[in-house]
């Protein structure tokens, strides 16, 4: 196995139903990586696929009408455009179905029997059909499966069993022995004690159904559908076959991406049926958490999932990948509502990235003709934003390294976030009323667009379809030298008189409104100005006018805040309780970055009073703080004499 290869993989989907924003989850996890290994240099093969046999896919057939390939047919086209509007770069898409993969399946299976691993025995036993997991009594919890807390079936069947207790102190060893086989740590703490508390042998095939991989030794059984599945990984391969070169060259280099919920069958019964094989094991399984909604985990079952589809409809792929990666922490659950993606689209899309696009784009045409300057110099704001560019391309590596990808963002925004202090620093604008400052405009204006080209290199493999559009505004179309991961080694990619382009934003803003008869989201565009007219001179959008009478019905009032603390999981909410006067109400502010709880407390605040009541993060807030804001600076405004909590501010 090189070093330059990569294997990465995706479960293969249930086509039971359309898949939900969870799956996209996984599924944009590992198509980043694939992305950026490409970057590296890396010889890449990403697989990802369809799980297609099983009693519920033949009972869910049957229930429509249908015959289980027709019905799976249907579903599989519904995965397949999805990942297309999600822009997933996959090398191949397994199905479970096609002969390519029976023939490895049915290969497996005989090599394990004939080496003495799988036997015939009677099977009773608990058995999930919606899991297609086997439990023992003293598994189930209150009776139902400890999985997904649904009913189980008692079945009695024949059945053929792999001898997987055989192989749990090797299995045990190796992970021991390899503690990065297993990701996060705690996963691998988890496993190693459901490992210790006994593996029992697995029964491999079921005779009730018929939706299945005949079993090649006796075909009136078929293959349980884990073992079906789980062989996917190589028989998308060719294992085994006369065509079996990418085996060869991308196996053992695997890494597979799953949810937690089915790190045990990737973990425990994945390894020890490629032990009996004698093939090597994966050389890694990350177990990521549950993107959560209000309810709990996301399943079809519970009718409360989110169809990516309409999502990117309505905000763009480049809008929900990012979500999907920021929003996750490491190993641990996520959770997802529209308000909050919209939160972190309006935040960091169309306030941080795409507004220091426009403003150093709109500067370059007002300053410089519409041509990218040539950079005259250096002082010490320049360095310091070239020593952090310079650090952040191994930080981003360090962790993706590490299947960390919301660290990953939080280290390109860092340069992203720095280059936006760095225009208020440095005004562009007024040194442009200054003949003698004119070197000194062109270094500024230079170093803006360089950084825009740094982030944006580093933001492609999250993003993948943002950074055509930088370059056409940027007017790097042809610069491929400069869009690559090696280009960051080294400042200064951009080429000097370079024609920018303004174009539309790259995240216009959405407005987001709470209504009684449900949560909606409105596109707003940003304002550009037309021919004839000049843009601010700080290269912001023009603001739209209103007239006295539409100023006139907005009711500000002061407010005292009595009470502060952080809104959970979130670090830019605050709750505050305010006096306004003998009326106490509630208001969510985004001031956790700016205040401290503590130092808000008898704090005076103006406060508009007759804002439509927003819910945030499942708290309704009853009006809105105002606050001056300048880069990354923010100040509440506050009463300059002692005045009554209530009092109108006009």
């Known amino acids: 196995m090189g070093d330059k290869v990569f294997y990465v993989t995706t479960p293969i989907y249930y086509p039971s139903d359309k898949l939900h924003i969870g799956h996209a989850l996984t599924t944009t996890m590992a198509d980043t990586l694939a992305r950026y290994k490409r970057m590296r240099g890396y010889d890449v093969f990403f697989l990802t696929g369809s799980d297609e046999h099983g009693q519920k896919i033949q009972r869910k057939a049957r229930e429509v009408g249908l015959e289980p390939l027709e019905y799976v047919d249907r579903i599989v086209a519904t995965f397949r455009e999805l990942w297309r509007r999600l822009d997933i770069s996959y090398n191949d898409f397994i199905r479970t179905t ?22 015939k025995a009677e099977y009773e036993g608990w058995y999930c059909t919606p899991c297609e997991t086997f439990w023992t009594e003293r598994q189930l919890q209150d009776g139902k499966c400890p999985d997904c807390g649904r009913p189980v079936e008692l079945l009695r069947e024949e059945s053929y069993f792999f001898r997987m207790s055989k192989y749990a102190d090797r299995l045990l060893k190796y992970i021991e022995e390899h503690p990065e086989f297993i990701q996060p740590p705690s996963r691998r703490n988890e496993m190693i004690n459901f490992i210790k508390g006994g593996l029992e042998d697995l029964c491999v095939s079921r005779t009730t159904f018929d939706w299945g991989i005949p079993v090649p030794i006796d075909p009136k059984h078929v293959i349980y559908v884990w073992f079906d599945a789980l062989t996917n990984y190589i028989s998308a391969l060719g294992f085994g076959t006369e065509n079996d070169e990418l085996f060869h060259k991308y196996w053992p280099a695997a890494v597979h991406l799953v949810g937690k919920d089915i790190v045990r069958f990737h973990t425990v019964i994945w390894p020890t049926i490629l032990m009996a094989a004698g093939i090597e094991l994966p050389r890694q399984v990350f177990g990521h958490g549950w993107l959560l909604v209000d309810g709990g985990k996301m399943s079809k079952s519970k009718g409360n999932v989110v169809d990516p589809m ?25 959770y997802y509502s529209e308000e909050a993606l919209v939160n972190r689209l309006n935040s960091d899309l169309a306030n941080d990235y795409g507004n220091l696009l426009s403003r150093t784009v709109s500067m370059i045409e007002k300053f410089c003709g519409g041509l990218i300057p040539a950079p005259a110099g250096e002082e010490p704001l320049d360095r310091e934003l070239k020593e952090l560019a310079a650090r952040l391309p191994d930080e981003v590596d360090e962790a993706l390294e590490r299947f960390e990808f919301a660290r990953a963002l939080t280290a390109i925004w860092q340069l992203i976030n720095r280059a936006n202090k760095y225009i208020e620093e440095t005004a562009p604008w007024a040194l442009a009323r200054d003949p003698e400052k004119r070197p000194r405009l062109q270094t500024v204006l230079y170093n803006l667009a360089e950084a825009l080209r740094q982030a944006t290199v580093m933001c492609s493999p999250f993003m993948p379809g943002l950074p055509a559009r930088v ?31 303004r174009g539309a934003p790259l995240f216009p803003r959405v407005e987001w409104k709470a209504e009684e008869e449900g949560e909606i989201a409105v596109r707003k565009e940003e304002r550009i100005p037309g021919p004839g007219q000049e843009a601010p001179p700080d290269g912001a959008t023009a603001e739209p006018e209103i007239s006295l009478e539409e100023f006139s019905r907005l009711r500000l009032r002061v407010a005292q805040v009595v009470k502060a603390e952080r809104v959970p999981q979130t670090d830019k909410l605050l709750k505050l309780e305010v006096d306004l006067g003998g009326e106490t109400r509630t208001v969510v502010a985004g001031i956790a970055r700016y205040y401290q709880p503590q130092d808000l407390i008898g704090k005076k605040v103006v406060l508009v009073a007759n804002l439509k009541p927003a819910k945030l993060r499942g708290i309704w807030s009853q009006g809105m703080v105002l606050a001056a804001v300048e880069g990354e600076n923010l100040s509440l405004i506050t009463p300059e004499r002692d005045i009554p909590p209530g009092a109108q501010v006009r």
């Open 98 to 119: 096609e002969e390519r993969h029976k023939k490895v399946v049915q290969d497996l299976f005989r090599r394990i029997y004939e080496k003495g691993d799988i036997y």
């Open 310 to 334: 309409v999502l990117i409809d309505r905000y763009g792929s480049d809008a929900i990948r990012y979500f999907l990666l920021r929003e996750m922490p490491y190993g641990a659950d996520g």
């Open 471 to 501: 370059w056409e505004q940027l007017g790097m179309q042809d610069a491929f030298h400069a869009q690559t991961w090696d280009s960051l080694k080294e400042w200064g990619g951009v080429p000097a008189g370079s024609r920018v382009k």
